[in-house]
């Protein structure tokens, strides 16, 4: 019995970022949702970010402040434009002799064309199975663009991508999740405020009333720039950038999902077929990356056992060099 249950501790030890990520996704499917309704009550998306991210900043503050007193690095000013900028690239490791690294590239790619088929291709209209659960407001003057939408889509998943990557960059100089949430939550909130001040002279935009709009704000603050941002910190920390970004796709499946069977918007049959596509997709990058951590693993073991023999040592690293592109 205690044998089962220390089993259990390690499956879910073992996947625990794989389920926080997912939750992560889930939490951000519903911010979607929120933040549509209040900005077809009048809410200016511009004023949304910046309170967002000030009050995602100021409640994570006191957590940074003493959990990370002890252990936050000093601030450089290199440090904190990296911080401002978050523009740097990175590199996944690819072994094209093993099977596991080509599943890591052909997931990407197939989650990448689900996505691409739930943005461009429409198809029929499918037949809604039960009233909407929810009622959204929608707007009557939005019209659609669905070439404007693709083309800024894809624009946000090159930003997302590279903000991870600059993510894990960052802790390795400024290893403090807790400091570096609050920062990019503070320098962004200014950022919004100075571009919401040039580009809105309406200041009656700045007024949000205890409604719809509150409550959009206190959720895209508390759980999407704080505590979401939190948990891909420490899970960029734990399994990396590449980890993290391949949940991305799941959103769109997600989205799809609630927006059919919860909000009972119509559902047409190229959103199904990309979302299938999608989970596809990332069940392929996923077994990749996570046999190809246990290959990395017994290697170093087999180092581990091998350490007093110089001979062996030399064969296992010869035998277990992959090719690094």
Same mark, same amino acid.
């Given at each position: 019995?205690?044998?089962?249950?220390?089993?259990?501790?390690?499956?879910?030890?073992?996947?625990?970022?794989?389920?926080?990520?997912?939750?992560?996704?889930?939490?951000?499917?519903?911010?979607?949702?929120?933040?549509?309704?209040?900005?077809?009550?009048?809410?200016?998306?511009?004023?949304?970010?910046?309170?967002?991210?000030?009050?995602?900043?100021?409640?994570?503050?006191?957590?940074?402040?003493?959990?990370?007193?002890?252990?936050?690095?000093?601030?450089?000013?290199?440090?904190?434009?990296?911080?401002?900028? #978050?523009?740097? *690239? !990175?590199?996944?490791? =690819?072994?094209?002799?093993?099977?596991?690294? %080509?599943? +890591?590239? $052909?997931?990407? #790619?197939?989650? *990448? !064309?689900?996505?691409? =088929?739930?943005?461009?291709?429409?198809?029929? %209209?499918? +037949?809604? $199975?039960?009233?909407?659960?929810?009622?959204?407001?929608?707007?009557?003057?939005?019209?659609?663009?669905?070439?404007?939408?693709?083309?800024?889509?894809?624009?946000?998943?090159?930003?997302?991508?590279?903000?991870?990557?600059?993510?894990?960059?960052?802790?390795?100089?400024?290893?403090?999740?807790?400091?570096?949430?609050?920062?990019?939550?503070?320098?962004?909130?200014?950022?919004?405020?100075?571009?919401?001040?040039?580009?809105?002279?309406?200041?009656?935009?700045?007024?949000?009333?205890?409604?719809?709009?509150?409550?959009?704000?206190?959720?895209?603050?508390?759980?999407?720039?704080?505590?979401?941002?939190?948990?891909?910190?420490?899970?960029?920390?734990?399994?990396?950038?590449?980890?993290?970004?391949?949940?991305?796709?799941?959103?769109?499946?997600?989205?799809?999902?609630?927006?059919?069977?919860?909000?009972?918007?119509?559902?047409?049959?190229?959103?199904?077929?990309?979302?299938?596509?999608?989970?596809?997709?990332?069940?392929?990058?996923?077994?990749?990356?996570?046999?190809?951590?246990?290959?990395?693993?017994?290697?170093?073991?087999?180092?581990?056992?091998?350490?007093?023999?110089?001979?062996?040592?030399?064969?296992?690293?010869?035998?277990?060099?992959?090719?690094?592109?």
């Amino acid at each position: 019995m205690e044998r089962k249950r220390c089993d259990l501790v390690g499956v879910c030890s073992k996947f625990k970022p794989h389920l926080l990520m997912i939750l992560v996704q889930l939490a951000y499917s519903i911010l979607y949702f929120i933040a549509e309704a209040s900005f077809n009550h009048g809410l200016n998306p511009y004023v949304y970010v910046t309170y967002r991210n000030i009050l995602a900043g100021l409640l994570l503050l006191p957590f940074a402040y003493f959990l990370e007193r002890k252990i936050r690095p000093k601030l450089t000013l290199a440090l904190f434009l990296e911080i401002f900028v #978050l523009s740097l *690239l !990175g590199v996944e490791v =690819i072994n094209l002799r093993n099977p596991r690294s %080509i599943a +890591k590239i $052909v997931g990407t #790619l197939i989650s *990448l !064309g689900g996505v691409m =088929i739930v943005t461009l291709y429409r198809g029929p %209209i499918m +037949k809604n $199975v039960w009233p909407p659960l929810i009622h959204i407001h929608k707007d009557d003057h939005i019209h659609e663009e669905w070439l404007k939408g693709s083309l800024l889509t894809i624009a946000s998943c090159i930003a997302w991508a590279i903000w991870y990557i600059m993510q894990a960059y960052t802790l390795k100089r400024y290893p403090a999740q807790w400091s570096l949430t609050t920062w990019m939550c503070l320098v962004g909130g200014a950022q919004s405020a100075v571009f919401t001040v040039i580009v809105e002279h309406d200041k009656s935009a700045w007024t949000i009333g205890f409604n719809i709009d509150l409550w959009s704000i206190i959720y895209g603050g508390v759980v999407a720039s704080g505590l979401l941002v939190f948990i891909q910190l420490w899970c960029t920390e734990e399994k990396g950038p590449v980890f993290v970004t391949m949940f991305n796709p799941l959103l769109a499946v997600l989205v799809v999902l609630l927006s059919y069977f919860v909000v009972g918007e119509r559902l047409h049959l190229g959103c199904l077929v990309g979302a299938m596509v999608v989970v596809i997709g990332l069940y392929l990058l996923i077994w990749g990356k996570e046999d190809q951590e246990g290959d990395i693993n017994s290697t170093k073991e087999r180092w581990k056992c091998t350490s007093d023999d110089p001979q062996k040592q030399n064969a296992t690293l010869t035998d277990d060099l992959p090719l690094d592109l």
